[in-house]
Nanobody
């Protein structure tokens, strides 16, 4: 059974940084792609970043490009999202997701992901 557990969210001032972690268990993830999505109140879930578990390919939403970095640690079975220069509009619940077709694609659509974590709240104050 796949489990994804996010951590690292919190309250930060604009311009600050946070690092989110997603601990994955229950499978061998070498052929998976991992994604981060976020959802603000009253809005649809949106793509933030994605990576092949090997780290060979990364993709970012335009709104976070240059500020956020996604990475994997194979030894710890963990995916990270380093968020710098945070803005109030980054406030949302952030979700980690896993796509078991990661060997063939790195998807940006939430519907392509098979497994989801419970989410972690990120709040950026102005």
């Amino acid at each position: 059974q796949v489990q994804l557990v996010e951590s690292g969210g919190g309250l930060v001032q604009a311009g600050g940084s946070l690092r989110l972690s997603c601990a994955a268990s229950g499978r061998t993830f070498s052929t998976y792609a991992m994604g981060w999505f976020r959802q603000a109140p009253g809005q649809e879930r949106e793509f933030v970043a994605a990576i092949r578990w090997s780290g060979s390919s990364t993709y970012y939403a335009d709104s976070v490009k240059g500020r956020f970095t996604i990475s994997t640690d194979n030894a710890k079975n963990t995916v990270y999202l380093q968020m710098n220069s945070l803005k109030p509009e980054d406030t949302a619940v952030y979700y980690c997701a896993a796509d078991n077709f990661g060997a063939k694609r790195v998807a940006v659509r939430a519907s392509k992901y098979d497994y989801w974590g419970q989410g972690t709240q990120v709040t950026v104050s102005s």
